[in-house]
């Protein structure tokens, strides 16, 4: 990987943490594309939304001749509850409801993962595609723990209007899958994607 530079798709400073455990040099170019998406099944959305954000920021870098290989990691994470996704909240009504959906049951949080590798030898760009899924169990919860949480503004730029490694992980009864995923990024898979694909 040493000729290849690294970047990140993302402005999230949590992807950004857990990006860094991998011991890789990268940057970070945020996406700029309006995030729309024709598909309706999670897994699927995640993956093409992860997808346009890398190939965004790929082809701004190669408009722009770049001197060596670049590989772009682009992510996305929703939540799925009952089949129905749910993104960041817009308002604090929003998160509300959100919460009011998941509390006392379980759901899914689905985060999809897009490598896209540019060679510049050959001017050839190789993608390659993955999305990881972990089920959370959330305890039942008052409307007012609702409340208390939303107050603390840490609701509204999280998918399902929630952070599991914030204030909210009081709420969390148990996890079947990989942590890091909710957080924003399966970073164990990534890291062993990253090393296969950049063989």
């Known amino acids: 990987m040493n000729h290849t530079k690294i970047i990140l798709a993302s402005q999230s400073p949590r992807r950004r943490e857990l990006m860094e455990r991998t011991g890789l040099d990268f940057e970070i170019i945020t996406s700029e594309i309006e995030e729309k998406t024709t598909e309706k099944q999670p897994d699927k959305v995640v993956q093409e939304l992860s ?30 509850v009952g ?19 998941i509390q006392g049951a379980t759901h899914e949080v689905y985060t999809g993962v897009s490598l896209l590798r540019y060679q510049k030898e050959s001017g050839k760009v190789a993608a ?37 490694q ?13 942590y890091n995923n909710v957080v924003g990024l399966p970073v164990a898979r990534l890291y062993h994607e990253l090393k296969d694909f950049m063989e």
Do not use: H
């Open 166 to 178: 914030g204030d909210f992980g009081v709420y969390v009864e148990k996890i079947n899958g990989d």
């Open 128 to 164: 390659k595609v993955f999305s990881e899924c972990t089920e959370v169990k959330v305890y039942p919860m008052t409307e007012d723990e609702i409340s208390r949480y939303i107050a603390t503004g840490d609701c509204m730029d999280k998918a399902g209007a929630y952070g599991i």
């Open 51 to 80: 997808y346009m954000k890398a190939l965004d920021v790929l082809n701004r870098i190669r408009s722009q001749k770049p001197s060596q290989s670049v590989l772009v990691v682009g992510a996305d994470t929703v939540v799925s």
């Open 83 to 101: 089949g129905k996704i749910l993104g960041k909240p817009q308002t604090p009504e929003e998160a509300f409801s959100m919460i009011s959906e």
